[in-house]
């Protein structure tokens, strides 16, 4: 994730709209935040620049995302909306921390393959022209046993059902 150049005016003046938005004083937020009124009426005039933490601490005083304030102070990128994925994880009390946070990496790397297969219109990840056959192997591979597939890509010997008969009847 890259970060954008800070415009530390904006976000004081992103602040101090999201404030007056709210209808709270600038002493109520400070107080809220739990920063020093004069600090924090220098954020809003862009003449000091909050860290991550103080953003985070105003965010919760504004009771606004914290993600919201990143994005305008450059911390992070601006991201597409996602579908409620992300709040349903995080909001999920069953799941520790480290589960959700792995959970989101999945996510995430489904998201950016996906737009990468839309910009690049390739097919889904394991799904190239011709190669592995639908049942798994390459025709002509040697399978576990050592012993090379059969044409139709199925393990030699194998009984039942062919790759494509329809196991429903009609």
């Known amino acids: 994730m890259g970060v954008n150049p ?7 003046e992103y602040i101090r709209q999201q404030r007056e938005q709210a209808k709270i004083s600038l002493r109520q937020l400070s107080s809220a935040a739990g920063v020093s009124n004069p600090y924090l009426s220098q954020i809003e005039r862009g003449l000091r620049r909050p860290s991550a933490e103080i953003l985070q601490q105003i ?8 993600e919201a304030l990143y994005v305008q102070a450059g911390i992070l990128e601006d991201r597409r909306p ?17 589960q959700k946070q792995v959970l989101l990496e999945i996510y995430e790397s489904f998201r950016r393959e996906l737009a ?12 190239e022209s011709g190669g592995i056959a639908p049942g798994g192997m390459e025709p002509g591979e040697p399978g576990p046993n050592g012993q ?23």
């Open 82 to 98: 996602d579908s409620g994925v992300r709040a349903a994880v995080l909001a999920d009390p069953e799941l520790t921390e480290r």
């Open 59 to 66: 965010a919760k005083g504004l009771r606004i995302s914290a």
């Open 116 to 127: 990468t297969n839309v910009a690049g219109e390739a097919e889904p990840a394991g799904i």
């Open 6 to 12: 800070v415009n530390v005016g904006s976000i004081g």
């Open 148 to 170: 090379a597939s059969q044409p139709d890509g199925t393990a030699p010997g194998a009984v039942g059902l062919r790759r494509d008969a329809n196991p429903v009847p009609e």
